[in-house]
């Protein structure tokens, strides 16, 4: 792990690193559903379009939306093809993302042409700001009606009782999935510091013994339904609430120690209003 103090400008690994798809719990999902740590050299667009369940979209390389000049969000919601840049950790992630959440990826290029549409490409509007939160951050709490006593401690940024007094619940009625692929590249060197965002989502009390792309889909279909019923949700204040991403159990070897979670630094209380 990198030194607790904050780098001013994150840097993912430079090459292609396959191992780190073995090593870190973070990305053990990732391995399970797709295999990258299988590639020798960076996946292609090939190689994406291989992996892909739906075929409602496709991968291609970024040079035709160079090419083609318009708006990423344009390009996409017009065409139906994902612009990846090459050995790009970033894109790479956004495209596996793609795969795993299919209906959610293309509701929210939908939201940000309407709200294009409505209120112009500048500047950005509190939506638009919200839906790209989400995308690029975002993190499930799949949880059973049992633990929504620990959603509300999350929301409370009471980390302790949720994360080290509770630790038994997570994985077996409590589940981070992560959603935002800007979450993703960061954990390839993960620091003190890195928080993604929460958004809640119950689910079944079986949920957690479902096979992984059962699961996914389950999510991507809860969560499209969510935000395609009400989109007014990504304001709310208890939805995108911080989560500091290696208080998670199991995604940091550090964090068997209490003393771990008495950095207040990083598990900041919440601010009285």
């Known amino acids: 792990m990198q030194p607790t103090r904050l780098k001013p400008r994150f840097s993912p690994p430079a090459n292609w690193q396959a191992e780190l ?40 390389a970024n040079e035709l939306l160079e090419q083609d000049g318009r708006y990423y969000e344009d390009y996409i919601y017009a065409t139906q093809q994902i612009p ?4 790009n950790w970033h894109d790479l992630f ?26 112009g490409l500048s500047p950005r509007t509190p939506l638009r700001n919200k839906i790209t939160l989400l995308d690029e951050c975002g993190v499930l709490i799949a949880h059973t009606s049992a633990q929504q006593s620990m959603v509300q401690q999350l ?13 038994a619940q997570w994985w077996q009625q409590i589940r981070p999935v992560v959603f935002g ?11 003190i510091g890195l928080t993604a965002k929460c958004w809640f ?7 957690f013994s479902w096979p992984l792309a059962k699961s996914y ?25 911080p989560l500091p991403l290696l208080g998670v159990p199991a995604w940091c070897a550090d964090n068997c120690q209490v003393a771990f979670y008495q950095n207040q630094d990083y598990f900041r209380p919440k601010r009285s209003s």
């Open 21 to 60: 798809f073995q090593n870190n719990p973070i990305f053990h999902e990732l391995q399970q559903m797709f295999q990258p740590a299988s590639c020798s050299d960076w996946p292609t667009p090939d190689w994406l379009n291989s992996r892909r369940s739906n075929t409602d979209f496709c991968f291609v």
């Open 84 to 87: 990846t840049r090459a050995e």
């Open 94 to 119: 956004g495209a596996f993302i793609w795969c795993l959440f299919p209906r959610t990826k293309a509701l929210l290029n939908q939201l940000h042409i309407e709200e294009i549409k409505r209120a």
């Open 155 to 167: 929301q409370q940024h009471q980390w302790q009782q949720v994360f080290w007094q509770q630790r």
């Open 181 to 191: 692929h800007a979450i993703y590249e960061m954990a390839t060197q993960p620091f």
């Open 201 to 207: 989502i119950e689910v079944p009390d079986d949920f």
């Open 217 to 241: 889909t389950y999510l991507d279909q809860q969560l499209c339904q969510q935000i395609s019923l009400r989109p007014e949700l990504l304001l709310q204040k208890l939805q995108l609430t």
